[in-house]
């Protein structure tokens, strides 16, 4: 079993050196994140032909509850094995990333809000007892590594994956 690469160049490590101590624990709290997301993935558990997380808008945080302080979020839409969202914290900055949906990961590119750079993330699914298949189509969402499934995605939500999604258009 590989694990999945966690990388030096974090877009939240930028924002730390930037703008000093308080969003230091931003970058801590995000980092932290990443690295617990960055898990082993669980080889086999998606047949390759198999859309992992089907279509649909998802909002996943740290925490079960939504906007709680201190925990990261990421909102994102998935259309045909294609990914766009952000990740962010309550009242703070959000980034915005682009992605696809692997067998075994969701391979991600996050942009900072800031410089525009682009930085590689992979996430493990994680096992999910839950998860139901019709052939090889999933027909329910598997958990994301490090983050829980939370079914209700507020109005801001919707507006910083709005953003994200028109930014992303605009680029490609």
């Known amino acids: 079993m590989s694990t999945l690469p966690v ?15 308080s969003a230091k624990s931003l970058g801590i709290a995000l980092g932290l994140a990443i690295a617990a997301i960055a898990a082993p993935a669980i080889a086999g558990e998606t047949p390759h032909s198999a859309q992992p997380i089907a279509d649909g808008v998802y ?17 994102f839409e998935v259309q045909q094995g ?9 009242r ?13 990961r969701a391979a991600l590119t996050v942009v900072d809000s800031y410089d525009k750079t682009s930085n590689p993330y992979d996430i493990a699914y994680s096992a999910d007892d839950s998860v139901a298949t019709t052939g090889n189509e999933a027909i329910a969402p598997l958990g994301l590594e490090g983050f829980h499934r939370i079914d209700t995605v507020s109005a801001n939500d ?6 994200c999604k028109a930014d992303y258009s605009h680029s490609h």
Request: contains cysteine; hydrophobic residues 35%.
């Open 158 to 163: 919707q507006r910083l994956l709005a953003t």
């Open 59 to 75: 909002l996943y945080g740290q925490s079960q509850a939504p906007e709680q302080i201190g925990s990261a979020y990421m909102v």
């Open 92 to 104: 703070s900055s959000f980034d915005c990333f682009h992605g696809t949906l692997e067998a075994d």
């Open 7 to 21: 990388h030096a160049s974090s877009p939240w490590h930028t924002v730390t050196q930037r703008f000093g101590k």
């Open 82 to 90: 294609k990914m766009v969202g952000a990740f962010y914290m309550p």
